[in-house]
Each structure stands twice: as C-alpha cells, then as structure tokens.
C-alpha cells in the first residue's frame, strides 16, 4: 500500500494503524504559507513518508531563496517532491545531460568514445571542466541534445542557447527523470554507459563532492554532480543530484536553488535537506559512519552573458 503525505492548509494527514491517512485538523495558517507549494511525499513504508514531509519541510523552514527538492527509493517505493515542474538555471549540472548525450548518440552508430572524447568526458565530470563541456557542446549540438532530451522523456528541459550550456532550463522531474535512466537498466542508455556515467560520476574530486551526498551512510555508493552559478537577478544558483545505492538501499536525489545570497548559503541549504533524507530513509547508520562533506566546496564557474 502506498501512503501518501501532502501539506495542506489547516490540515496534516497522519498514517493510522490501519495503513488509512487520516485528515487531522490543525492550526490556522497564515494566508502566505497556504499558497506556498508544499513538499509531498509517498510510500510503500508505513510512516515514511509523514517522517519526509516533515523533515524536509523543517529543513527548508528558515531557508531563503527558491527551493526544489526530488527525491526517489526504489526499494521502499518512496518519492517525495516540491517544486518539481519550477525552472532554473542549470549551471554545471547539465554536464551529466551532455555525457549522457554523447554515449546515447555514440550507441546509435555502435561506436566506442574516442580517447579525445574520453578525456574530456572525465575533466567534465570528475572536475566540472567547463573547456571541456564547450568543446563536447559543441561536437554534438543543440540538435543533439534535444534529441537525446526526447527520447529520455526530459520534455520540460531547454537546452541553453548561443553555446551557454550553463544556462539551460532544468527541473527536478526532469534531473531525477535521468538519474533514473542512469540508475536502473532501459532502452536509452546501454548498460555500459550507465555504469560510465556512475563511474565517472562517483569519481568527482573531494572539493566538489558536496551537496546531496551530506549525511549519506557508508553502507552507499555516492555517485554526485553539482553546480553553481552567479547572476545579476535571483542571485547565485546552487544545484546537487546525486544516487545511492548499497546495503539494501537503491534511491536518488535531486536539489535545485536560486536566491541564495551565496553559494555556501546554498551548498548548506542543500546539505540540510540531504542530511534529513539520509537520516530518514537509512535511520539505523551511526553519526560517525555519515560523509561530511568538504568545508570548503569547489566548483567550476560557468559562463554567462554580460549583464
């Protein structure tokens, strides 16, 4: 049975003995709170998903800026999502659209990466190259990212125009809609280049392996990809996806920001949404057997026009 748990105006949803959600009525809320979007959550575990919700939302409760949050475990059939259809920036987490673009139309000819492509491929994601992104941007072409855009489903997802890759449109259905592609065997991706992709994903320098991966268990393999970028309206943008997998846990998780007022202001908004994730669905890892991310978190500035 799957149980699903959703904020609601003077109204919080409990999970009965019976497996029922029940309405409870709760205090008034404040006129502003009722039309903000709410995180919703749901799960084939008993409780799970009311302990997501209002975790989550705690997390976010003194948070400035724009936040969008996807999260997804296979093995319990847990999603939890806010915000999932607002747009933003991408920064340098479009890198694993423009890999995974490049091994979709390498397997459409049956061909093996170049050691060329191969290299850049590694500096893009294990060291958010933005030389590197351009140069592989600009072999394959809008055309075809849009095409491999299609044919993942990743319908809400603009590539970003005049060679600005950093700024192309992305939203947490869609990220989280990849790392599911990427994490579990279809007919888009081939089985070798999922595990290229994870490879190089969980090969990321320490610097840049912030983000969703705070909190994450040692029983998990962290695969991560981040991002950031700064511009003159809304801010600087901060982004982290992120996939575990290990100790009878299969799940991913999809952070997207803007307006925050630095990227560490974002990086920490991020960090406390994972810790709680992370808590929540592996409750029984120690404090001392969690990653902590560096205190120092890197990324590759992105470029973009003036103004």
Same mark, same amino acid.
């Given at each position: 049975?799957?149980?699903?748990?959703?904020?609601?105006?003077?109204?919080?949803? $409990?999970?009965?003995?019976?497996?029922?959600?029940?309405?409870?009525?709760?205090?008034?809320?404040?006129?502003?709170?009722?039309?903000?979007?709410q995180?919703?959550?749901?799960?084939g575990?008993?409780?799970?998903?009311?302990?997501?919700?209002?975790?989550?939302?705690?997390?976010?409760a003194?948070r400035?800026g724009?936040?969008?949050?996807?999260?997804?475990?296979?093995?319990?059939n847990?999603?939890?999502?806010?915000?999932?259809?607002t747009?933003?920036?991408?920064?340098?987490?479009v890198?694993?659209?423009?890999?995974?673009?490049?091994?979709?139309d390498?397997?459409?000819?049956?061909?093996?990466?170049?050691?060329?492509?191969?290299?850049?491929?590694t500096?893009? *994601?294990t060291?958010?190259?933005?030389?590197?992104?351009t140069?592989?941007?600009?072999q394959?072409?809008?055309?075809?990212?849009?095409?491999?855009?299609?044919?993942?489903?990743?319908?809400?997802t $603009?590539?970003?125009?005049?060679?600005?890759?950093?700024?192309?449109?992305?939203?947490?259905?869609?990220?989280?809609?990849?790392?599911?592609?990427?994490?579990?065997?279809?007919?888009?991706?081939?089985?070798?280049?999922r595990?290229?992709?994870?490879?190089?994903?969980?090969?990321?320098?320490?610097?840049?392996?912030w983000g969703?991966?705070?909190?994450?268990?040692?029983?998990?393999?962290?695969?991560?990809?981040?991002?950031?970028?700064?511009?003159?309206?809304?801010?600087?943008?901060?982004?982290? $996806?992120?996939?575990?997998n290990?100790?009878?846990?299969?799940?991913?998780?999809?952070?997207l920001?803007?307006?925050n007022?630095?990227?560490?202001?974002? $990086?920490?908004? *991020?960090?406390?949404?994972?810790?709680?994730?992370?808590?929540?669905?592996?409750?029984?890892?120690?404090?001392?057997?969690?990653?902590?991310p560096?205190?120092?978190?890197?990324?590759?500035?992105?470029?973009?026009?003036?103004?």
């Amino acid at each position: 049975m799957t149980h699903r748990i959703s904020l609601r105006a003077r109204m919080l949803p $409990v999970v009965a003995a019976a497996g029922m959600l029940v309405p409870v009525v709760a205090g008034a809320t404040p006129a502003s709170a009722a039309t903000a979007p709410q995180v919703s959550c749901t799960s084939g575990t008993a409780g799970l998903a009311a302990k997501l919700q209002r975790d989550i939302t705690a997390a976010l409760a003194t948070r400035a800026g724009t936040v969008a949050v996807g999260l997804r475990d296979r093995t319990t059939n847990t999603t939890c999502t806010l915000r999932a259809t607002t747009a933003y920036d991408s920064a340098s987490v479009v890198k694993v659209t423009v890999l995974a673009t490049l091994l979709w139309d390498a397997k459409k000819t049956n061909r093996y990466l170049t050691s060329r492509e191969a290299n850049l491929a590694t500096a893009m *994601i294990t060291k958010s190259d933005n030389a590197s992104t351009t140069a592989l941007w600009n072999q394959l072409g809008v055309t075809k990212v849009k095409g491999f855009l299609a044919a993942a489903g990743m319908t809400q997802t $603009v590539p970003g125009s005049g060679g600005y890759w950093g700024l192309t449109r992305i939203n947490v259905t869609d990220e989280q809609r990849l790392l599911s592609l990427i994490t579990a065997r279809n007919n888009v991706l081939s089985d070798n280049s999922r595990a290229y992709i994870l490879k190089l994903m969980g090969n990321v320098i320490t610097s840049q392996r912030w983000g969703t991966p705070a909190g994450a268990p040692s029983s998990v393999s962290v695969h991560v990809k981040n991002g950031w970028l700064q511009r003159a309206t809304r801010g600087w943008r901060v982004h982290s $996806v992120g996939t575990f997998n290990g100790g009878g846990h299969d799940y991913t998780i999809t952070v997207l920001t803007d307006g925050n007022s630095t990227m560490n202001y974002g $990086v920490t908004t *991020i960090q406390a949404v994972a810790k709680v994730i992370h808590r929540d669905l592996v409750p029984t890892a120690t404090a001392a057997s969690r990653y902590t991310p560096t205190t120092t978190p890197m990324e590759a500035y992105v470029a973009v026009p003036q103004g």
